[in-house]
């Protein structure tokens, strides 16, 4: 920070168990990648704050506090930033800084009710903040941020899935299959079936699909994942779609009666859970898409939503 340049005084957070901690890489909006380290709900959060001087010159200040901050910042028509949580905790009074201190600090069982989550219109994010106040009118505050990234495990989910909340509850499994038709009168009939509606981000899709009325020459057929990301309520509302996959079933014409098995494996795809209605702030939900395309190029397609969910480790 050039802050830094200013004042003789640099601020060091470090998390326990960090370095062996697991991270996930995160682009970030310079598209750089950052290793956060994860954390879950009910986690406890603890580390140590280091101040140090520089130049040996010495450092006068009015206190120095740590933050647990949770925050959704959404871009409609500027960016707008609103904290869901907030823990805080003083770490050392009002003196004079000569050399290297080191504080440590404790946020116990946090409940971190939402997923961290970077989109492209909004971004829920977690992060520790330490600031120390100063007399000095040019400089009143010196403040260091460090992220976090916050994980959602779910058990299978058992409420109605009339239900809106966020990634930890989602809809009771159906006990039957889902289907799916693609139809044009007395010209095309397909049928998409598939065992559930809910999966695993490790999971694996399983269905077929069934061709009962062909009368138009079918050239492509393939099936897509995609996310749709919803920012803000209606009037100013901004949605955004993303094709997350994208799986060619079938390349050349299908006759009535035949039937493609499908086994699409959401491993190893940059996927994220459902968010219901985040905080009332933004909601993103994740859809299979089939498509199929004419001789003559026209395409025809049908959309279902699926839930996605981070299921427990073992």
Partial sequence: MSLFFK??????????????????????????????????????????????TKEGRKVEHLGVRVQLLGSIETNIDGLVSDDFLSLATELAAPSVLT?????????????KQYESYRGKNAKLRYYIRVTV???????SEITREKELWVYQYVNTPEVDTNTTTSTSVLPKESPTTVKMDVGIEDCLHIEFEYLRSRFSLLDVIIGRIYFLLVRLKIKHMELSLIKRETVGAPPNQITDFETVLRFEIMDGAPVKGETIPIRLFLSGYDLIPTYRDVNKKFSVKNYLSLVLIDEDARRYFKQSEIILYRDKPN
């Fill in 99 to 111: 050399h290297p201190e080191t504080y440590p600090f404790e946020f116990k069982n946090v409940e």
């Fill in 133 to 139: 106040n100063r007399k000095s009118s040019s400089a």
């Fill in 7 to 52: 004042i003789p005084l640099d601020i060091e957070i470090r998390l326990e168990g960090e370095d062996t901690r697991q991270h996930v890489e995160i682009k970030n909006a310079s598209n750089r990648i950052e290793r956060l380290p994860v954390f879950k709900d009910g986690e406890s959060i603890k580390g140590s704050v280091t101040l140090r």
